[in-house]
Every structure is written in structure tokens, then in C-alpha cells.
């Protein structure tokens, strides 16, 4: 009873939080800019594409790489918010899956996990139910978190990425440059992080083996 409970529950936020990305989304409400290049200036990153003016004002608009041009017609604001989220989850994916097949372990540590790496895990999660528990949390985290989305689509004046979380205080008493050098370095790392998490995942389910999985 308990397994169906929960089943239906996590169908039921999952739908909710489908529901809540679509709506967000309603065009007479959007505040991303969408004019295009005018003035005939080439992308740094790509020379012989015109330079995407929506980049204009973000960190990282030196490079300019937008070969697809997302940034014509969805929200830079959306898109950075994003990128930010999967370069944050990359760099704590690649750290945790690492260290696991490294033996890293947090004691008291179950029973029924010895033996698994981070390739065979997963399956092992799923049939225990544990991998069900963390997409319910991470339904619910997804769910409220949004609303700091909508918000800034709506033009709350948010950056995005922005929740206000900085314990060591790497931004406290910075000036604007050494903030936007911090935030180019989160970045910078993010989109290597996002790279190497698919390489690592890639790597340990061909070889099958423990770190550096050759």
C-alpha cells in the first residue's frame, strides 16, 4: 500500500510540476529579449556566425557561442538559469560518483549496498525503493524552486542562479569585476563538469571498472 501511495504520489507531483513549466512559459508574459545582430559583428567563439546581441550583458558574453541560437527565441535569463543548474549538479555528480568507486563510504553504511559501484547502484537503488524517495525530493526541491524562475521571467530583478546561498562568502565585499570573475569561473567549471560527467558515466559503464575506469 505504502509502494502505491507514494507511486501515485510522485506521478501526481511530477504532473504538477509539468503543469507549472508550461504555464510559466505564457508569451504575453516573457521579458527575454529577442532582437538579433545588426551591426555585422561576428561571434569571438564562432567567426563565421553573426554575434548574438541577446548575450550582450551576461557573464561569459565575450565567447558568444550560441551556434543554434537558442537565445533568439527563449529567455537568456532561462537559459543561464539552466546551464547554472546542470554545471552545479555535474560538478557535485562527478565528485560523488568518483568517490564511490574510489570506496568513499558514509558510515553507518547498509548492508545491502556493499559490493555496488556507481554503475550498478542504480538498479540496485530502484528495486529498494531509494532511488523513488530521491525523485520524490527532487520533485518537491524542482517544484518550489521554479517559482524563483517565474518570478525572474516576470522581471523581479533576480540573476539567475541567484538564491542567495553563499556560506564561505566567496561574493562578501567583492567588487563587481571580481563577482563577475567568480561567477565566469562557476561557469567555466560548470560546463567542463557537465562535459566530464557524461565521459566518466560513459567510461565506467564500457569498462565496467573502478576509477580511473582504463
Known sequence: IFVKSC???MKLIALLAFVAFVTGFNPATQTGRTTTAIHGEKSPALPFLPFPENLRGYVGDDAAF???RFSDFVPVDFL???ELKHARICMLGYVGFVAVDMGFKIYPFPEAYEGLTSVTS?????EQGAMGQIFLWITIAEVISSIAVFQMLEGSGRKPGDFGFDPLGFLTNKTEEEV???QMKELANGRLAMVAFSGVLTQAVLTQGPFPYV
Open 7 to 9: 507511486s501515485t504520489m
Open 66 to 68: 550560441d551556434p543554434f
Open 80 to 82: 543561464r538559469e539552466a
Open 122 to 126: 542504480h538498479d540496485a537503488l530502484v
Open 180 to 182: 563577475k570573475e567568480m
